[in-house]
């Protein structure tokens, strides 16, 4: 089994920044890619920030010049940098990885969540 264990949401004011970690543990074998999903309350599941392992990055555009995803692959962890933040942004955010637990088996975990609340 795999774990993803996400830190790093809070509440932040407009314009101000927050670093979300993202973890991943247990019986890997590689990770193809580890990205960044949110869910704000009566919306549906959006991508926010991909990165996969040849280092191509993927940005919703709402995002785009303001977040950015990298990756520390020691450690099998994906961050995001969240500068700039606006009360849109307020959502739960969600890590995402497609990994393979063997070298012919590939699978796709999920997070349990953290909130990111942007307010005054």
């Known amino acids: 089994q795999v774990q993803l264990v996400e830190s790093g949401g809070g509440l932040v004011q407009p314009g101000g920044s927050l670093r979300l970690s993202c973890a991943a543990s247990?019986?890997?074998?590689?990770?193809?890619?580890m990205g960044w999903y949110r869910q704000a309350p009566g919306k549906q599941r959006e991508l926010v920030a991909a990165?996969?392992?040849?280092?191509?990055?993927n940005y919703a555009d709402s995002v785009k010049g303001r977040f950015t995803i990298s990756r520390d692959n020691a450690k099998n962890t994906v961050y995001l940098q969240m500068n700039s933040l606006k009360p849109e942004d307020t959502a739960v955010y969600y890590c995402?990885?497609?990994?393979?637990?063997?070298?012919?088996?590939?699978?796709?975990?999920w997070g349990q969540g953290t909130q990111v609340t942007v307010s005054s």
């Open positions: 995402n990885a497609d990994i393979y637990i063997r070298a012919t088996i590939r699978m796709v975990y």
């Open positions: 247990g019986s890997i074998f590689s990770i193809n890619a």
């Open positions: 990165l996969n392992s040849y280092g191509s990055t």
